[in-house]
């Protein structure tokens, strides 16, 4: 597996993070099993293993927990904060006083007395991103946190985040995590570059975008998505027809190439000079073995070229995709009126 540096931070983390959203009641019920995939993944060379308090109400941080248990110096351990925790209002966001709360939480359910990567889930528009930083920098000057980051920053969250750490003395966001894949191309724009202007490291999630590009016969049949996530799969939309037409000129490409789709997903995603790792997600041993099997795909100009013929490059398919991101600016009536 190979290896790049995390964002100036000189941790070295492996090309794969594993993703742990899918262990507990959100995935793998099963501890044990996912403990073993775990493992598994640790035992091929992966060292970076990213979470979140959220996933399965805190479920996923216990297994990741047993799971680097004897180990703990071997893994970069990266967890979130920042979405809802209950219905409470202040048990989320990034105040001050949840950010000290959360991370204790977080640390006794991992079982451990630092967190390698913190990172904030989503940017909250009710709590001043300086008291964020501030807070977040205690927790380093305290030893409990060695880095901290964002996720799904937009370009003008990201710079206005390394101003104010800049201007007011606080440490700084080291990473991002943005949604990346063939299908789902628009932080090409600006938010990778951004992000490799800052010199920040990128964690990349939703490669097989939701299983559109895991190979399957059918991707809309037997998702996991229910709810607002249903959208990502409704052929009624347009932007869900054009990703049902690329993904069959990707398996032809990737058939012609002597890939498995998920390989060429994957591999695509690690092409990208602004990132650092790709998370996968996967739910069962057999997901996490056939992910694995491709860790080492290097594409070429060519095949790079005709994917690029397929979906051009900044281009987002479908905009209803990753439901949870911020709403378009123009379409917001928040912009226009109250």
Do not use: C
Not at 117 to 129: V, W
């Amino acid at each position: 597996m190979k290896r790049r540096i995390l964002g100036g931070t000189g941790l070295s983390v492996s090309e794969y993070a594993l993703g742990a959203m899918m262990f507990g009641a959100m995935g793998n019920t099963d501890h044990d099993e996912s403990v073993r995939m775990i493992h598994t993944a640790l035992d091929a060379g992966v060292n970076l293993i990213d979470t979140a308090d959220v996933y399965s109400g805190g479920e996923s941080e216990v297994i990741v927990g047993k799971a680097i248990k004897g180990r703990r110096d071997d893994v970069v351990l990266a967890t979130k904060f920042g979405l809802p925790m209950g219905d409470h209002p202040d048990r989320r966001g990034g105040s001050a006083r949840w950010i000290h709360r959360a991370v204790e939480d977080s640390l006794r359910r991992l079982d451990t007395d630092h967190i390698d990567l913190y990172q904030m889930h989503r940017p909250d528009p009710d709590t001043d991103i300086d008291e964020t930083l501030a807070a977040l920098s205690d927790l380093v000057r305290a030893g409990k946190v060695r880095a901290i980051g964002g996720s799904f920053f937009s370009p003008d969250e990201i710079v206005e985040a390394q101003w104010v750490a800049e201007r007011r003395g606080h440490h700084r966001f080291r990473t991002e995590q943005p949604p990346y894949s063939i299908l789902t191309r628009g932080v090409e724009n600006r938010v990778l570059p951004t992000a490799q202007r800052y010199g920040m490291g990128v964690l990349t999630f939703g490669p097989l975008n939701s299983g559109w590009l895991s190979g399957r016969a059918d991707p809309t049949a037997g998702h996991r998505n229910a709810g607002l996530g249903a959208q990502m799969f409704d052929l009624s939309r347009s932007g869900v027809r054009a990703k049902a037409e690329a993904v069959r000129k990707l398996t032809a490409l990737a058939a012609e190439a002597g890939l498995p789709l998920p390989h060429l997903a994957t591999a695509f995603v690690r092409a990208h000079p602004a990132v650092t790792a790709v998370l996968i997600g996967p739910r069962r041993p057999e997901h996490l073995a056939d992910l694995l099997a491709g860790a080492d795909v290097v594409l070429g100009d060519d095949i790079l070229d005709r994917i690029d013929d397929i979906v051009p490059p900044g281009a987002d398919l479908h905009h209803g995709d990753f439901y949870i991101s911020p709403t378009p600016p123009i379409t917001d009536k928040r912009l226009r009126r109250r």
